[in-house]
């Protein structure tokens, strides 16, 4: 019975905690699921519904989809990763449901299954329960996902790096070949499903890992100058990359194939793998999500919005600074740098060093857009923000804790306030600046000061429009933090209630910042319609020949 009664002690926060990130998908795009709509956007239009369309027919029909006679002369489906014909997940495309229906929850399963491996890798790290279900949040529901659901194969993909990252973990952990073996299971998956810029980033934050296990354990650890046990350690990683790739070889050796007869390999230069950089300016997302625009109101980056989008979170964000008492912990040290090196590879052409990567580093010669190295900064804020979290609820918020808190949000206040009060004096200092800066300046005081009424019909945020607008959403998540570490710092709140309305505010917030605020949405019945040309040849079916 005692035993019994330890496990449900664990497994019902655990199934509660999976419950919490099972609903937050359906907060964040309700008109999905209640109001007969439909994401809509470039891949997800144009390449994405019509493939897994196709796929589950050829399916249903009793044949694999091996060729697909539709696009351009005919295409090899096994070469083609945006639809992934092998990935096991898309067996909810077979279903009787709409399509529209069975993508939406195609992408809601993927978000929350994020959370979970986020959550599953928090703990890993010996995180609490709290801290890692802020982990979860932050990166199942963080910017980087909510806003990479127009490209699916980049979103569903990258939502399997923290089990990877995890595998690795337990492998050195466990020194066992056979879960090395049992690690490449979650890198197949990733590959069956991804952009092979995804799981080229996954793989090289996985054996970043396992190069600073070596060389922590080589020259600081208990295993201080043993080269066997260093050759194992990297003998072990190999073995999972291994694994992985031999798991995954159905779809990787006919996509190793293809690429050969790819336009963009062909064409490769350096102005093409730098292009859709971060510009430095964007990183203000962080704090005021959207604040240059996004997909629904207009983005005015220059780079598509999906590429450049990053947010965890106001209070995630602000956790993250606690972590800092722990950066002695091997594994907080890991996501420091990881998020240093991130937030470097992610800006591309703005840093000195991303040529000589490129160049010399096999592999990033490979693939363009370095934005989508905010992957690794998601992911690793996320964590960070669970540890900062966990360092709070140990130690408590002491004065100087609170009053660096208060004079934070204070600044920002002050400082959003002035700069709208000064804009004319600001754009006008700004003469001197790049384009792009100018033009983030001007976008930044149309959009990020302003209400759009187009978020008036959301079911969910229509009730609070208002939110939508950056300052706005920015403040209030400040007033929101100062209040729960100011009553949390008095003893008014215990640790408990303190680390759940923590969860509370930050659900909220990522549900404002995230789903059909930033996502365009139509009606589902889209998919029905037929296109002016469709409907021109049709009606003319048998009275001449159509040339492209």
Known sequence: MNNIAAKNKFLIPTLLIFALFLIVPFLAFPELIFAGKTLYWTDITW???????????????????????????????????????????????????????????????????????????????????????????????GGFLMAQNVNVNIMTGAIWLPLVLW??????????????????????????????????YSLVMMSGYGVYKIVGDFFLGPHRYKVNYALITGLLMITIVVSGLLLAAPQLIPTIEMLQFTVRLASRGFELLIENSLPPALWLNLLLPSAFGNNVVGFKGGDPFQEDFIYVGFIPLL??????????????????????????????????????????LPGFDLFRIPSRWVLGVNLALAILAGVGLDVLLKQGVSKTTLMIVL????????????????????????????????????????????????????????????????????????????????????????????????????????????????????????????????????????????FP
């Open 167 to 200: 595998g690795a973990i337990e492998t050195l952990k466990r020194r066992s070949w056979l879960v090395a073996m049992l690690a490449g299971i979650p890198i197949a998956l990733q590959i069956s499903t991804a952009q092979p810029q995804i799981t080229f």
């Open 319 to 360: 956790l993250v600074l606690f972590s800092w008492p722990r950066r002695r912990q091997s594994p907080v040290l890991f996501f420091m740098l990881l998020l240093l090196s991130a937030v470097l590879l992610a800006m591309g052409r703005y840093t000195p060093f991303y040529a000589t990567i490129i160049q010399y």
């Open 47 to 141: 390449i994405h519904y019509p493939g897994h369309i196709f796929v589950a027919d050829e399916w249903l029909a009793g044949r694999v989809p091996l060729w697909d006679p539709f696009r351009q002369a005919g295409k090899p489906m096994l070469a083609e990763t945006q639809i992934g014909v092998l990935y096991p997940l898309r067996a909810i495309f077979l279903s009787s449901l709409s399509p529209s229906l069975e993508l939406s929850l195609f992408l809601f399963m993927h978000y929350t299954l994020a959370a979970c491996f986020a959550f599953i890798l928090a703990r890993s790290l010996s995180l609490s329960r709290w801290g890692a279900t802020l982990a979860g949040l932050s990166f199942g529901f």
């Open 407 to 546: 004079a934070i949000g204070s600044l920002l206040i002050v400082g959003l306030g002035l700069a709208w009060l000064g804009q004319a004096v600001l754009l006008q200092w700004a003469a001197s600046w790049s384009n792009l800066n100018r033009k983030l300046l001007r976008v930044f005081f149309d959009l990020g000061y302003t209400f759009n009424p187009i978020y008036e019909d959301r079911l969910l945020v229509g009730w609070l429009p208002q939110l939508t607008v950056p300052v706005v959403l920015l403040t209030t998540n400040i007033i929101i933090a100062a209040g729960l570490f100011t009553l949390y710092a008095r003893r008014l709140l215990s640790p408990t209630l303190f680390a759940g309305l923590i969860l509370a505010a930050v659900t909220f917030d990522l549900i404002v910042a995230g789903g059909t605020v930033i996502n365009p949405i139509k009606d589902a019945t889209r998919w029905q319609q037929l296109s002016g040309g469709a409907q021109y040849v049709l009606e003319r079916v048998g009275q001449a020949r159509v």
